[in-house]
């Protein structure tokens, strides 16, 4: 058996891939934070909310409808953003002149809210929801197995990540909302309806948390208290990346995912607290975050 | 928190001449009441009361007067009530002593968490906070001492300053009631003093403060680390109360409670976090025994708060006409 550290290989990368899955859930879900905190100032901490939302429309979609996976993981990421949109066009917009801890804490209670109605109508625990029939079994890559659907949800999450990206860095549509960003008012005055762009930024925001739900689920499984804990996690990469890039969340994602496989490997004890930890040494040496521009 | 909210330029009313007689009989009131509560109402409910109300009144401190919206302050309650607890039960310390460490400790936590959270503002100190407390909660799992899901369980009330036994109710009550006291005074006492004048100028201009040659950070350190060790004496005396401490003192939970009590009663006034806590504790006692998850009322009632009163409900009566010309007036 090959080791390297005095680690057995299978054990390292076993690690380092479920790291890479968890950093594919965080950068998803930092995106999401990102693009919401770029044109709204709001701190969405519904997000966990909604991603646990996503599953959640992805299991009912399957036992209530008979709806399949692939279907749900463009039906479930378009019911949650459409939620999403309503709530920002009916209420969060109210909040949009406030200091923007405002902001925070309705979607603080928006989130308690959600969860709270999950559990009463399905309890806390977990229900498991099977990946397609395409996705099972395993491939040998010759240094270890690798699971398929777990190889999938790497890059489902990549090509996710690419794809908004490019939409926000290379169409129209993201050339308006870099610009309102910048400057609501005078993108109004040319004759961009900003209402509009705002609601439909959220309702994408709350949709990618939705994406990231369905796929986590044949990961996870389904229990309305799966996204409070991830969100925090979030948080954290979010200050460790800075809120200013579109890629430095993704890319400060899938490090940090990748630093806590590390850790459950070499020191498991520390595995829970070490992107905390990270977090913290970041402040203290760059408090702009790595890729962050504001002070 | 910064002014966004605040109140429309509003038409002056002059406060009634004897407005200041009637806040000094309304205080009398208020004290009678609590003296007399314990013979009419089940005094742990009470004692619950007093310690969150504390709690609240400390974490108000910061956000109300300072403008810092701490989402980690279940780290300093939470924490100060394993210490307390630890001294108190494994080491056999008097309660008094017990206490005076759990202070201590939220203390230290404070002053470590504010050194790393103070180098950003606004929603990045909100969630720098949260993913501090988180590892503390997970350090809280892991540690010994703790004794992770269990927790801390039959912790001894003890003596009293060696005389006065606290397993009795009533001593218990305004052994509480006396530390409840204190700490509402020296809430006052540093709200009112320079030191809570310059946390008010920062609030308000941070730039304007620093150009004046105020060393802000340190300003902010030191009301971070004030309000951890009050929250911390909320959370000593409660471990006492209710004779154990868990894990969900710690969570993020706790801290977002914090944060709703504050809120539903008033952000910067000294009155509103406890007319807040009163209510959320009593919501809660009602709903503890059905199967309804509190979580979608208190969820409900922070969007309503954000959306519909901000000032809280403290705040909107000092706003009211009649609570100007009462001569009631609020920080924020």
């Known amino acids: ?295 | 928190m910064a002014r966004g909210s605040a109140s429309p330029a509003a038409p002056a009313v002059v406060a009634h001449p004897r407005a200041g007689t009637l806040k000094l009989v309304l205080l009398l009131i208020a004290a009678a009441a609590l003296v007399a509560a314990p013979f009419f109402l089940y005094p742990i409910f009470l004692m619950k009361l007093l310690c969150f109300a504390l709690f609240a009144a400390a974490f108000n401190l910061l956000l109300g007067y300072t403008g810092l919206l701490s989402f980690g302050h279940a780290t300093f309650f939470g924490g100060s009530a394993y210490f307390t607890a630890h001294a108190v039960k494994v080491w056999g310390w008097p309660p008094e002593f017990g206490i005076l460490l759990g202070v201590a400790g939220a203390a230290a936590l404070g002053l470590l968490m504010g050194v790393i959270a103070i180098r950003r503002q606004g929603i990045y100190f909100a969630m720098i906070t949260l993913a501090l407390s988180q590892m503390f909660f997970f350090f809280c799992l892991q540690a010994a001492f703790t004794h992770g899901e269990d927790g801390i369980q039959s912790v001894p009330r003890g003596h009293l300053f060696g005389v006065i036994d606290l397993a009795n109710a009533t001593n218990m009550y305004f052994f509480v009631l006396g530390t409840f006291t204190l700490g509402m005074l020296a809430i006052w006492r540093f709200v009112n003093s320079p030191f809570g004048m310059i946390l008010k100028a920062i609030r308000e201009n941070e730039p304007r403060a620093i150009s004046l040659g105020y060393s802000v950070a340190e300003y902010k350190l030191g009301a971070f680390v004030m309000s951890a060790a009050l929250a911390g004496l909320a959370g000593g005396v409660k471990a006492l109360v209710f004779q154990f401490a868990t894990l969900t003192d710690v969570g993020w939970q706790m801290s977002g409670e914090v944060i709703l009590m504050t809120l539903l009663g008033g952000i910067g006034t000294l009155v509103g976090p406890v007319v807040g806590s009163a209510l959320v504790v009593t919501l809660q006692n009602y709903l503890a025994t059905s199967q309804f998850p509190v979580t979608i009322i208190t969820g409900l009632v922070f969007m309503a708060c954000v959306l519909l009163f901000r000032r809280g409900i403290v705040g909107e009566f000092y706003a009211s006409r009649l609570g100007r010309r009462l001569g009631f007036r609020s920080e924020s």
């Open chain 1, 1 to 295: 058996m090959m080791t390297i550290f005095g680690i057995p290989t299978a054990a390292l990368f076993g690690q380092l891939l479920v790291g890479l899955i968890n950093g594919s859930f965080y950068a998803l879900l930092s995106l999401g934070l990102a693009v919401i905190f770029g044109l709204l100032r709001v701190i969405n901490f519904a997000h966990g909310a909604q991603y646990m939302a996503g599953a959640f429309a992805a299991l009912l979609l399957l036992t209530q409808t008979g709806i399949g996976y692939w279907p749900a993981l463009i039906l479930a990421p378009l019911i949650v953003g459409l939620g999403g949109a309503l709530i920002e066009r009916t209420m969060l917009s109210r909040l949009y002149k406030l200091d923007p801890l405002y902001g925070l804490l309705f979607t603080f209670g928006l989130a308690l809210t959600l969860e709270g109605t999950f559990r009463w109508f399905f309890g806390t625990s977990g229900q498991p929801y099977a990946p397609p029939a395409a996705l099972t079994g395993a491939v040998n890559l010759g240094f270890m197995f690798l699971p398929v659907y777990r190889g999938w949800v790497v890059v489902a999450s990549l090509a996710v990540c690419l794809g908004v990206w490019l939409l926000i860095e290379k169409t129209k549509l993201g050339a308006y909302l870099r610009a309102a960003t910048e400057n609501p008012v005078l993108v109004q005055s040319f004759g961009v309806n900003v209402p509009l762009l705002l609601t439909f930024t959220y309702g994408l925001g709350a949709a990618l948390a939705g994406f990231a739900g369905v796929l986590a689920a044949p990961v996870y499984q389904v229990s309305p208290l799966m996204g409070s804990n991830l969100i925090i996690v979030v948080f954290a990469v979010v200050v460790v990346g800075g809120m200013g890039s579109i890629l430095g969340a993704i890319v400060t994602g899938y490090l940090l995912g990748i630093a806590e496989g590390l850790t459950k490997v070499f020191y498991p004890e520390a595995s829970n607290i070490v992107i905390f930890v990270i977090m913290a040494i970041v402040l203290i040496l760059r408090p702009a975050g790595l890729f962050g521009k504001d002070a």
